[in-house]
């Protein structure tokens, strides 16, 4: 059991994100167990859970952009913007958390990438918006009110969402370990950029 002060942060386990997803992530059927039998566990007093919860007519997706194709990048409010097939759109089976996975001991569920203006690849803020900011999603505060110090990061996909919510964890003040095994890719030629950004943020693998 770890302290009070460790909250463990699943990123994303929906099935559009598995294979035979809209968005399938490298191999992303394989950590779904181990998270599992990890919330069964009961080794973290705080659980979080985020779920991607995209608008129809998210900026990010492919579609939206007349003569592009999914995984093009583009800019988007100044900022390289990589368009997705459409995924996770609100409301459909595909956005659903895992049903494999019993959710009933998470402690808050917290949807992201409603704005369809603005992607949003972390748990902690928005991508960039039209003004140049990252609006925060309450989380940081939510766990400060909690005693929580340290955050231990897994899910899908490691080199987007699970990554940017480990890099503003730490940009929150907070520690982070990131759980190297249960992350999976969207692609596994990222691993060692992916590996590199963790370590300029001072963040740990296990």
Known sequence: MYGNDTALLVIDLQPDFMP??????????????????????????????????????????????????????????GQPQTLWPDHCVQGTPGAALDPRVDWSVVDMILRKGGNEAVDSYSAFRENHDAHGRRAPTGLAGWLRERGIAEVHVCGLARDYCVLWSAQDAVASGLRVRFLWELTRPVTVASDVATRRALAEAGIAID
């Open 20 to 77: 035979g997803g809209a968005l399938p992530c490298h191999d992303g059927a394989a950590v779904v167990e181990p998270i599992a039998q990890l919330l069964a566990a009961r080794r973290y007093r705080t659980v979080v859970a985020t779920q991607d919860w995209h608008p129809p007519t998210h900026a990010s997706f492919a579609r939206q952009h007349p003569g592009k194709q999914a995984f093009e990048v583009i800019p988007l409010h």
